[in-house]
């Protein structure tokens, strides 16, 4: 159940993302004001259009492109600053790893949201800036569960043989240890990447981040809310693209953790 | 324990001080404050009598051990745009969010909690699939769309509650709500999975043999148990609502802690921005500190050290 509709429910957004140049039916930029705030049904404009005239389907689904993108990129870089630092924290344990684990429990006394807004509006906004605020906000979390599956995995026996073989300390580390945490990097990161496409979209909400006319999910709603007593379409639309995004995706995460690591909790 | 008290507090401080440092490097290191917050035709002189008179022209070190010396003191200057000292500005708004992260609170664990023990009490009942699909729509869903869906049924259409503001008990309905939504699925999913792991222990089997009644093994001796992970996540979830409240603080034009560092971001009013972190994060790690202190209540078998 949760395998089929997790991964349907992904995969078609993953569709949509890529294919959305294809399946949008006008250009998402094009504003048309003649044509603005029609309800949806309107013929041409199936999910009805915005202030400007810009046709919501098509906003929507770029929207899709965007918020994987972002999602994507922020936990590729999360897994791999991330994983590498609780790998090399877990693995030498002198003062530079506690001096890490001290900057992640510093990090981790303040709300992910809140930091990763803080980082955003100090180093600017933009596409490459909220993955990079997202990312140094996220990277935490592997560096704390990868650390403590290290710490448990050097201890086992085939660690200790290969090492009595004299194998180096580098191949240790990556032919070794690195294929027994992988998993729990698989799971954080597939829990990891609705929480951050739903944090892009709220700090794009808030002000931060993306910024208009980029047909972002968030920066959408965020419009959306001048307009709210007039056309609710402008914000049921992108938020329904959002929570049935993080919805397949929570889900997969959720069969994957069942499947590789039954007692993570994240 | 009094000794794991006072080293606790210490990290405490220890934590407030490395993020204060984090946040006003960061600040500094982005640019200057002054042109970053002045309008862009200002005269290049009143820059230099504005950064004067406000210190920025001093080294580095100094700025920093003249931040940290006032920030002992609860003094983070003045704001940039209101003119009044920050922390005063930052204290006036604390109430309205410790009501409305309590309210969400409260209302989380009366939701949360019942629905996790009927749930896995009644495991695979109907129940429980209506429990079950509850909750993982309510993880889905992003605060802020719930709360933009709600403003358009219950205020434009319905008629029934304002749209924003602070005032009567109506006010505080919507904010809420949707801020407890999001903790009380994770809360309420975690209760199932911990009650269904205590419903399995011999100690249970050997209550319900004795003919205790099922009132009693569930809520003595299963709740009491499976309230170890519950208190952990809720203490944890309990801080994150602070974050939770940045956003529903804005929606609702509630006037919290948590709009006004929105406001003060977007601003540039640092001041403002450095004494909320400091408030949020003392905050938040003495939160922490209470559900350790909780632990030990709790189950004997913890000890603190």
Known sequence: MKKYLGGGVTLAVLLVAVLAPWLAPHDPLRADLVQSLRPPGTPGHWLGTDQLGRDVLARVLHGARLALFIGGCTVLLTAVVGGLLGLVAGFVERWPSAALMRIADVQLSFPFILLAMTINAIVGLGLRNIILSLSAAGWVVYARVVRGEVLSVKQREYVHAAAALGVGRVRLLFRHVLPNVAPSIVVVASLQFSQFVVAEAAISFLGFGVQPPTPAWGSMLSESRDFLYVAWWLAAFPGAALALTALGVNLLGDWLRDRLDPKLRV | MRAYIASRLVQTALVVFLSLTAVFGMVRLSGDPVLLFM?????????????????????????????????????????????????????????ATLLLGSTALVLTLVIAVPLGVL???????????????????????????????????????????????????????????????????????????????????????????????EGRVIGKHTLRNAAIPIVTLAGLEAGQLLGGAVITETIFAWPGLGRLTVQALLNRDFPVVLAAVFLISVLYTLINLTVDLLYGWLDPRVRLQ
């Open chain 2, 39 to 95: 309008p862009m035709d200002i005269q290049a002189k009143d820059v230099n009598e504005f950064r004067e008179r406000l210190g920025f022209n001093d080294p580095l070190a100094v700025q920093y051990a003249r931040f940290i010396a006032g920030a002992a003191h609860g003094d983070f200057g003045e704001s940039l745009r209101y003119r009044s000292d920050a922390m005063t500005l930052v204290l006036e708004r604390l109430p």
């Open chain 2, 119 to 213: 749930s896995a009490v009644r495991r695979d009942s109907l129940l429980d699939h209506v429990g079950t699909l509850a909750t993982v729509l309510g993880q889905a869903t992003p605060g802020f769309w719930l709360g933009l869906m709600m403003i358009y049924l219950f205020s434009v259409q319905l008629r029934w509650l304002p749209t924003g503001g602070r005032g009567s008990l109506a006010h505080l309905v919507m904010p809420s709500i949707v801020l407890a939504a999001f903790f009380a699925a994770r809360i309420a999913r975690l209760t199932r999975s911990a009650v269904l792991d205590v419903l399995g222990e011999e100690y249970v089997l050997t209550a319900r043999a004795k003919g205790l009644g």
